[in-house]
């Protein structure tokens, strides 16, 4: 059991990050779209694979194990 007060380590709060990063790199790639209603390809295609893939990525983050010394 660890000290620390926080439940996860700073590793996983880095990753943490780097996924809401990518979510919010998402949502902006949907609103860049140019279509009426964002109906292009960023908005229909690029932007909501990225949100997904960032959302995965939280997962990630948060059952990542950390190395113990």
């Known amino acids: 059991m660890s000290n620390s007060p926080f ?32 109906n292009g390809f960023l908005g229909l295609t690029l932007g909501p694979i990225i949100v997904l893939g960032g959302f995965i990525f939280e997962f990630y983050a948060i059952f990542a194990k950390t190395e113990k010394n």
């Open 7 to 38: 439940p996860f380590s700073k590793k996983n709060y880095r990753l943490m990050l780097a996924g809401l990063a990518l979510i919010i790199l998402g949502f902006v790639i949907m609103a860049l779209d140019g279509e009426p209603h964002g």
